[in-house]
């Protein structure tokens, strides 16, 4: 589950509680549901026109992948982020995910920031340290900008959610020991076959996690590596740099005839593989066992295939024993990424509590300098001959008088901004030099 961070400015205002996240992730949904809310790339302009319409949002990013589909808002507080993130769902996706309502969760200020955070630097991932989100993160900011749906708040808040991520990768090995849904996979092959050396493998897709899962494949000993993609130069591309043969997409099955293993991984909507591509594929190999392996998000494969005899599927969610093992043996690293994360959060958390509170200090220094003025003028109408020595004296008593004055008041509106009483100062400061005229509601 995901962990809230330690409180530093409990009556963070303003800018910071305008931080919102919604939507779900594999911590509280499995994949049959995260599949049905994912916005693949050729939605992404739907998506974002649905939330700038949203009456109190402002800015907003969408990230979606085989993990997790969020939104990253900037709202005002009355915004009701979950039941627009259902609307959404509805309207984008076609789906009532009303049923599932529990499952959407809306984070704001100090917790929102601390998810962002902890989700760019990949502690929030099903696979601790992997790499692959901090791109992700990038890319649907990009996408963001791209839909002219970025402003000053987001662009603070999610660019400091990228130096989060860089301090975690630079000062922890978190990230060592390569730990992404590819490796998993491999990993899982590994224990079932104990070895890949002299095994044929599938790619299905040429993505990036292909791309990783090939990586990992080659490190393991795949003997060969066959591609297939519906575009079919990305599919030649991918083997041209890590070995291996290209296929058209449509010879997929005669490929899986002569397979060990099949990894999918595409953006597909429906499955490439249905149960009657897969029997044939089976009477083929005259039923010799088969691993498939869907680590996509809508799922690739049909599930009922588990069902064939000698025929062993594996989804995203099955990888979850694999991660945790991989979990195990990156406590330490991920205690040392959390404390440096905490202090990311804190930081961040006390310069937008200050933000919020410079305009009020500006005014109210310009309020007691200007009182100063004013007096000063009245003495010298009724002093016309101090000499300018004698003035320049008198202006340097009263600035010090302000400063010794204003310290102390600033020192306490600090002091009540973090014991969540700042509008009771504020009032009194209108009562005593009538600033502000408006206190904060």
Known sequence: MRTHPREVHTAARGRLQSCRVCGISFHESAVELRERVAVPSELLTQAYSFWLSRPGIRECMVLSTCNRTEVYLSAEEWVDAREMFLGFARSV?????????????????????????????????????????????????????????????????????????????????????????????????????????????????????????????????????????????????????????????????????????????????????????????????????????????????????AELECVYLFDIDDLKQVVEANRAERRAEAGRAESILQRQIEDYVRE?????????????????????????????RKKPDLTPQEIEQLELMLHRLAQKILHPVIAELKTAESRNSLRSVQLMLQRVIGYPRDPAP
Request: charged share 25%; aromatic share 6%; net charge positive.
């Open 352 to 380: 937008e509590s200050h933000a919020d509170l410079a305009p009020t200090i500006a005014a109210l220094r310009n309020q007691v300098h200007n009182i100063c003025r004013v007096e000063l003028d009245r003495f010298r």
């Open 93 to 305: 996706r076609g789906w009532d995910l009303e049923p599932a309502a529990g499952q959407v969760y809306d984070l704001r200020g100090v917790e929102a920031v601390g998810h962002s955070f902890r989700v760019a630097s990949s502690m929030d991932s099903l696979v601790m340290g992997e790499s692959q989100i901090f791109g992700q993160f990038k890319s649907a900011f990009r996408t963001a900008e791209n839909h002219e749906a970025v402003g000053k708040d987001l662009h603070r808040w999610i660019s400091r959610a990228f130096m989060a991520a860089k301090s975690v990768r630079a000062q922890t090995g978190i990230g060592e020991a390569t730990v992404n849904v590819s490796y998993a996979a491999v990993q899982l092959a590994r224990k079932v076959f104990e070895s890949l050396s002299g095994k044929l493998v599938v790619l299905l897709g040429a993505g990036k996690m292909s791309e990783l899962a090939a990586v990992h494949l080659k490190e393991a000993g795949a003997s060969a590596i066959v591609v297939a993609n519906r575009t079919w130069s990305k599919a030649w591309d991918l083997t041209r740099r890590f070995g291996g043969v290209s296929v058209e997409f449509s010879k997929r099955l005669d490929a899986m005839s002569e397979s060990d293993l099949v990894i999918c991984s595409t953006e597909a909507r429906d499955f490439i593989l249905d149960l009657d591509d897969v029997r044939r594929v089976m009477a083929a190999r005259r039923h010799r066992p088969l691993l498939i392996l869907d680590i996509s998000v809508p799922r690739n494969v049909d599930p009922r295939v």
